[in-house]
């Protein structure tokens, strides 16, 4: 009997089905990369106003859900991730009315267009388009699901300067007769969509496919769904963060290399 073919977003699903436990062990309600790099950029782009509905996309265990919660939006969060879902129910007070939690595809655009057209004021999408094998479903739904003038906020590992190419360095190098160390990146793949597995956080129970995009590819696919680009910050780490027990992990010392890209597409109107 023939075997199925390969099919990368099932792989994705399969992997983040295995890894929930530990992310939401590891993650919680955040980390540095989630308090440092990704949240305060969010919220100055996203800009939430009290009451506004707010779909959170591939929300994981829900922690950016609370916080858009907190700030007074009314939000529909989903994931393709069952055991995410469920981590993420377990988090949210039982009280809590202004969050509804829904097992969904992000690459499936009929099931996103039954959450209503013209519905959300704003949508996000935290760290998880690299973890989807299309974007453009996705895309095209937030087209429908935004209202006029909605906007779409969306984080990813910075695909120039993070991505699944890439080593970090430490060098000794002579400054005015000094020997000081310094830390960069070594990058030998961007132009080329790849699909490589990794660990989003060492010891994982399976890896995970990265789906890296050139930047071209992937603004590209928001231009095509009727987007403009019209905010967008490149965040790394303050001089002063301390590095920990491995000095080649993202920290101050990469202070001049941004692991993190957030950035803000609207809809015209």
Not at 11 to 38: C, H, M, P, S, T
Not at 124 to 130: D, I, K
Request: proline share 7%; with cysteine; glycine share 8%.
């Amino acid at each position: 009997m023939a075997s199925a073919p390969f099919n990368p977003n099932v792989q994705a699903k399969n992997a983040w089905e295995a890894n929930a436990a530990y992310w939401d062990q590891r993650i919680g309600e955040g980390n540095d990369f989630v308090n440092i790099l990704e949240w305060p950029a969010i919220e100055r782009l996203l800009a939430i106003q009290p009451g506004e509905c707010v779909l959170d996309a591939a929300c994981g265990n829900g922690l950016t859900s609370r916080r858009l919660a907190a700030l007074g939006a009314q939000v529909t969060a989903f994931d393709f991730s069952a055991n995410m879902i469920a981590y993420a129910k377990e988090r949210t007070p039982e009280t809590s009315v202004s969050i509804q939690y829904h097992v969904m595809d992000a690459t499936d655009e009929a099931t996103l267009l039954s959450l209503g057209e013209s519905t959300f004021d704003a949508a996000l999408c935290n760290m998880a388009l690299f973890d989807m094998a299309e974007i453009d479903p996705l895309l095209r739904a937030l087209s429908r699901l935004l209202r006029p003038g909605g906007r779409f906020i969306f984080s990813i590992v910075h695909p120039a300067f993070n991505n699944s190419t890439m080593a970090h360095m430490a060098e000794m190098v002579d400054r005015d007769g000094e020997l000081v160390t310094v830390y960069s990146v070594k990058i030998w793949g961007y132009i080329t969509p790849t699909v490589l597995l990794g660990a989003a956080i060492a010891g994982q129970p399976e890896p995970q496919p990265y789906f890296h995009r050139p930047l071209q590819d992937l603004l590209g696919a928001c231009f095509n769904a009727g987007f403009v680009l019209d905010g967008l910050e490149e965040r790394a780490f303050p001089p002063e963060h301390p590095a920990g027990s491995n000095p080649l992990i993202w920290s101050g010392k990469f202070s001049e290399i941004p692991p993190v890209l957030v950035a803000r597409v609207r809809m015209p109107g």
